[in-house]
């Protein structure tokens, strides 16, 4: 074992008990971070869900005034309840970069990863845990940077989650604290991702070669190395905007801008357009970091709920490296309005068609791993088989949008809002509720409630498609997104106006469907069904070997993995499963 | 009949001539979406009753044996190959390298800023005159036109009010003087960002006029405008221009009046 295990183990001699803000609160250790992590995502995720549900009533009802709740805002952003553009702005802006930055990714690689790699590796704790630990406090300094933000004048940031120049650098100081923010989130994912990379190389138990290894943390390790790589260009933009904001540079400002009629006296010389290449480099690796997770929790689930291996686990895991180094090469299809010429433009259509052959792999491989299975019903499978067909629509809407020409008409409308929701909410979020469902026996020792837990997943399935199916719609009449007043302004919105109540009545039943995971998850955390085994799911990977939950240092034993990841229902066995760590038998 | 449907959609009727072009791509590429995603759920829908625990207790360790997996990834690689080499990158290449000659098309810059658009059409002698961004004033001369350069004597500036005649191509130069906006014209499947300290050309050719489109949607209230595709501030939601097409005889007639109205007024305010 490398000298991680030793330190660790040295540690455990020396603190045998350590105290209650050692245990809970700066902890080393990787499963109370990773709660730590799963409990701070979860709130802002909902914080999120919150700002959106604002804006649908103002998208909805236009200049109408949000009843009760409307009291409770200020002047300067819902006077007498209605809502000022700004305000709207702010919403949007915040309601992306929360999602993204401080729910989705917390979620899929601070929490799950944190908690389940480690474990599905027979680690007895990350490679680093004090840079863990750093990890996990950067994020949480970030995430409460940027809930200051609403307070300060002019409110949180309001230029879209992408913070575009010139207009996020005139923006007000709300702008100034986003850009703070994600420096601290930029710097948390950076230490994390070092340590995932580590962990994974390093610490991996005697027999657990990179073929064997769980599909999860295959996808832990893709995503660790697309965070290290593509995050640094847009720590250095976020640097560079500061200094446009605060030091008087020009780095994304032309010479000549004229605000309101006045000429500024910036130094000029910079473009915009700089600022969309370090963000887009970033952000497309980034689409990568939320879905890729969210693929191995699914391809966990599937197989211990098919009872069969994975189909395909070979070209799952070529298609995923692939993926990994194609997502670096595709980000200025998000950029194909800005004036491209043929050469640049048919490279990254090019790219963006080949992109969508791995994932069309992987996809293909879960769905035919169904194939001759024994299928169970329970609410991680419902969850898990949701996401095939929803991450299917997500990935299938990308094409009109990944060729320039139909792109064209479609390019900015609310028909590109469909398809990244698509696969990030009903997608990537349904993977993680599949997750938590999933895990959260290891974790606790008791199971969630299945009553609860279906009628949360039938709730959400119907209504998370009421609100993002008509969005396609809305895009082919060509409604613009970000608009204030959903299209009222415009002509061609007209047909398409009356949506909007009906995604808004979606988004606030989608808040309802939410109540019985809300009440299902603390009333299961301490009043749910106990597990008799630690391995309730019977499955085959490492971390159902642990005592439940697993105490500090996770293994009563050394496990040694002997198989692959997936033996369920070997020929000629009693049992449908086969655990990596279950000897040999003779 | 996959244009129908998105027409039947929402999708607006095309009013350009390469639009024609691009629907017929939107189509293809439709099916290309619907047929994959009618395969994958009825094979899912089959496999979920098939398969369920209680009918088959027992899961099969080899699972699915035939190769009909890789033909349809195949068929998908070939249909995505043919969409890209033979429809996308052609029409990319028309639309940004085969700009048709100045003197066969009506030229004119459009100028974006918070939150209206800036129109200047050359005039008479097809020369733009000399801006300046320090000539800007908010009122009176949004583009910061030299009214003392001789090319600028009879150039026209307007805003929001963008009329072209039908059938003949537009060559529009298109920029902004602060922030980044979006040139979109939804009937006219044209798209371009107006970025400051850029300027990028585009071009479409109308086909249907205003009057002929009221006609055809059946509704007089039926309008042409540029929409605002990029976040731009908080007055995005309403940063809309109104757009005429006419016939060349109606655009000239239209432009003479303006010619006029600007000589008089001596300076931009007259659409105030």
């Given at each position: 074992m490398?000298?991680?295990h030793h330190?660790?183990s ?15 609160v700066?902890?080393?250790d ?11 995502a ?5 914080f999120g ?7 649908r009533?103002?998208l909805?009802?236009?200049?109408q ?5 409307g ?16 305000f ?7 309601h992306g970069?929360?999602?993204v930055f401080?729910g989705?990714?917390?979620l899929?690689?601070?929490a799950f990863g944190n ?8 680690a ?6 004090k840079i ?8 949480f300094?970030?995430g409460?940077?940027?809930?200051v933000s609403f307070f300060?004048?002019g ?5 879209g989650?992408t913070s ?10 709300g ?5 703070l ?6 710097t ?15 610490l991996?138990?005697k027999?657990l070669?990179?073929m064997?290894?769980?599909?999860f943390?295959w996808a ?7 965070l290290l790589?593509?995050?640094p ?5 976020g640097?560079?905007?500061l ?20 000429l ?6 910079g473009t915009?357009?700089?600022w969309q ?14 879905i890729?997770p969210?693929l191995?929790?699914?391809a966990?689930?599937?197989?211990n ?5 994975l189909?395909g686990?070979k070209s ?13 090469i595709?980000?200025?299809h ?6 491209m ?7 990254f259509?090019?790219?963006?068609m080949?992109i969508?052959?791995p994932?069309?792999?992987?996809l ?9 299975g024994?299928?169970?019903?329970n609410t991680p ?9 929803m991450f299917g629509i997500?990935?299938l809407?990308g094409?009109p949008?990944g060729l ?7 390019h900015?409308?609310y028909y ?5 929701h698509?696969v990030?909410a009903?997608?990537?979020?349904f993977?993680?509720f599949a ?6 026996p290891?974790a ?23 609100v993002?199916m008509?969005?396609?719609?809305q ?13 009222a302004s415009?002509?061609?919105a007209?047909?398409?106006l009356?949506?909007n109540?009906?995604m ?5 039943c ?5 109540l019985?995971f809300?009440i299902?998850?603390f009333?299961?955390m ?7 085994s630690?391995?309730p ?6 971390e159902?070997?642990t005592p ?14 002997v ?21 040999v038998?003779? | 009949m996959?244009?129908e449907?998105l027409?039947k959609?929402g999708l607006p009727p095309?009013a ?14 439709h099916w290309l ?12 829908i ?11 207790p027992?899961?099969n360790?080899?699972?699915?044996k035939s190769?009909?997996?890789?033909y349809?990834?195949?068929?998908v690689?070939?249909a995505?190959?043919?969409?890209l ?11 940004v390298e ?8 009506t030229?004119i810059?459009?100028?974006a800023?918070q ?12 020369i733009?005159g000399r801006?300046?961004?320090?000539l800007?004033?908010?009122t ?8 003392n350069?001789?090319n ?9 009010q963008?009329h072209?005649p039908?059938n003949?191509p537009?060559?529009i130069?298109?920029?902004?003087k602060?922030v980044?906006?979006?040139f979109?014209i939804?009937?006219?499947r044209?798209k371009?960002?107006?970025i400051p300290?850029?300027?990028?050309p ?5 086909s ?10 059946n509704d007089d ?10 976040l731009?501030?908080?007055?995005h939601?309403?940063m809309a ?9 109606a ?7 303006q ?6 007024s ?7």
């Amino acid at each position: 074992m490398s000298s991680g295990h030793h330190e660790h183990s040295e540690q455990q001699e020396h603190h045998a008990e350590p105290g209650f803000w050692q245990k809970y609160v700066f902890s080393t250790d990787h499963k109370v971070i990773g709660l730590q992590y799963g409990f701070t995502a979860l709130c802002f995720l909902f914080f999120g869900f919150l700002l959106m549900l604002l804006m649908r009533w103002q998208l909805a009802f236009p200049g109408q005034a949000l009843p009760v709740i409307g009291k409770f805002f200020s002047d300067s952003s819902m006077p007498g309840g209605i809502m000022l553009p700004e305000f709207y702005n702010s919403l949007g802006a915040m309601h992306g970069t929360i999602m993204v930055f401080l729910g989705v990714v917390p979620l899929a690689v601070g929490a799950f990863g944190n908690y389940v790699m480690p474990l599905q590796i027979g680690a007895v704790d990350m490679a680093f845990p004090k840079i863990n630990m750093a990890s996990y406090w950067a994020f949480f300094v970030g995430g409460v940077v940027m809930l200051v933000s609403f307070f300060v004048p002019g409110g949180a940031a309001n230029s879209g989650w992408t913070s575009y120049p010139p207009l996020a650098e005139l923006a007000t100081t709300g702008q100034t604290l986003w850009l703070l923010g994600m420096v601290f989130l930029i710097t948390s994912s950076l230490l994390g991702s070092v340590n995932f990379i580590v962990t994974i190389i390093q610490l991996r138990v005697k027999g657990l070669s990179f073929m064997r290894l769980p599909f999860f943390v295959w996808a832990q390790f893709v995503t660790a190395f697309l965070l290290l790589l593509a995050f640094p260009p847009l720590e250095a933009a976020g640097v560079l905007q500061l200094m446009d904001r605060l030091a008087g540079s020009s780095f994304f400002l032309p010479s000549g801008l004229v605000v309101s009629g006045q000429l500024m006296h910036n130094s000029g010389g910079g473009t915009p357009i700089l600022w969309q290449h370090l963000f887009w480099f970033l952000a497309h690796p980034e689409v990568y970091v939320l879905i890729l997770p969210a693929l191995g929790i699914v391809a966990e689930i599937i197989a211990n709920n098919t009872r069969k291996p994975l189909w395909g686990y070979k070209s799952m895991v070529y298609s995923l490296i692939f993926l990994g180094f194609m997502s670096f090469i595709v980000w200025a299809h998000h950029m194909f309005m800005t004036g491209m010429g043929t050469v640049i433009n048919a490279f990254f259509q090019t790219t963006t068609m080949i992109i969508s052959v791995p994932s069309v792999i992987v996809l293909s491989c879960l769905f035919l791993s169904l194939w001759g299975g024994s299928i169970r019903f329970n609410t991680p499978m419902l969850f898990a088989l949701a996401f095939l067909p929803m991450f299917g629509i997500g990935g299938l809407t990308g094409l009109p949008l990944g060729l320039t020409t139909t792109d064209l008409h479609l390019h900015d409308t609310y028909y590109v809002i469909g398809h990244f929701h698509y696969v990030v909410a009903p997608g990537t979020i349904f993977a993680l509720f599949a997750g938590i469902y999933y895990w959260f026996p290891k974790a606790t020792g008791r199971k969630m409630n299945e009553v609860l837990g279906k009628l949360h997943f039938i709730g959400s399935f119907i209504f998370i498609n009421g609100v993002f199916m008509p969005m396609f719609i809305q895009g082919l009449a060509g409604v613009s997104r970000r608009l204030f007043d959903g299209g009222a302004s415009y002509y061609h919105a007209g047909p398409v106006l009356k949506l909007n109540v009906m995604m808004s009545v979606s988004a606030w039943c989608l808040a309802l469907a939410q109540l019985p995971f809300i009440i299902n998850f603390f009333y299961s955390m301490f009043a749910g069904e106990k597990v008799t085994s630690d391995n309730p799911w019977q499955s085959t990977t490492l971390e159902w070997a642990t005592p439940t939950p697993p105490p500090h240092g996770n293994f009563t034993f050394t496990p040694e993995v002997v198989r692959g990841p997936y033996e369920y229902s070997v020929p000629g066995e009693s049992s449908d499963f086969l655990p990596q760590y279950q000897p040999v038998k003779g | 009949m996959m244009l129908e449907w998105l027409h039947k959609l929402g999708l607006p009727p095309v009013a350009s001539v390469h639009g024609v072009a691009v629907d017929v791509a939107q189509a293809g590429v439709h099916w290309l979406m619907l047929v994959l995603f009618v395969g994958w759920m009825g094979y899912f829908i089959f496999v979920l009753f098939r398969f369920r625990r209680s009918r088959n207790p027992q899961a099969n360790y080899q699972g699915v044996k035939s190769h009909f997996s890789t033909y349809v990834e195949v068929a998908v690689v070939v249909a995505e190959a043919v969409l890209l080499l033979g429809f996308s990158i052609p029409m990319w290449r028309q639309r940004v390298e085969a700009f048709p000659s100045a003197s066969q098309a009506t030229v004119i810059r459009i100028v974006a800023e918070q939150f209206a658009w800036n129109i200047h059409y050359p005039g008479p002698d097809g020369i733009f005159g000399r801006t300046d961004p320090k000539l800007i004033d908010l009122t009176s001369n949004p583009l910061g036109l030299d009214r003392n350069d001789p090319n600028a004597m009879d150039d026209i500036t307007n805003v929001n009010q963008l009329h072209l005649p039908v059938n003949k191509p537009v060559i529009i130069h298109l920029s902004s003087k602060d922030v980044i906006h979006s040139f979109g014209i939804p009937q006219m499947r044209i798209k371009q960002d107006a970025i400051p300290g850029m300027s990028v050309p585009i071009w479409f050719t109308p086909s249907v006029t205003s009057e002929e489109m009221k006609k055809k949607t059946n509704d007089d209230k039926f309008q042409y405008q540029i929409a605002c595709a990029q976040l731009c501030g908080l007055g995005h939601y309403r940063m809309a221009g109104y757009v005429t097409i006419e016939s060349q005889e109606a655009f000239d007639t239209w432009l003479d009046e303006q010619g006029a109205k600007a000589q008089t007024s001596g300076d931009d305010a007259f659409w105030l």
